[in-house]
């Protein structure tokens, strides 16, 4: 009898041991999760405030130098009539 006292006891401190072992494997995971987390949070907010100033320098660098109007396009009809009415005139 105290040899399986003895055995269920082992048994039972595998158990917890391995209980044990898991408990920390997940606490670990865990911690690697939230740290991964708060890292990408940190970049983002960085990434988006460089974005921000770099938009609102363009944006000044615009203001200071304006761009200027782009000519219409001529349309194919407007230019057969003007190449028809200069081979008239010749």
Do not use: G, H
Not at 19 to 32: C, D, G, H, I, L
Request: proline share 2%; charged share 40%.
């Amino acid at each position: 009898m105290a040899e399986s006292s003895q055995n269920i006891m082992e048994k039972a401190e595998a158990r917890f041991m391995e209980k044990q072992k898991k408990a920390a494997e997940r606490n670990q995971a865990t911690a690697e999760y939230v740290s991964e987390a708060k890292a990408r949070t940190i970049k983002t907010a960085r990434l988006r405030a460089l974005r921000l100033a770099k938009e609102e320098a363009d944006r000044a660098a615009e203001a200071l130098n304006p761009v200027a109007p782009k000519k219409k396009r001529v349309s194919r009809a407007v230019k057969k009539a003007d190449v028809a009415s200069t081979e008239v005139k010749s």
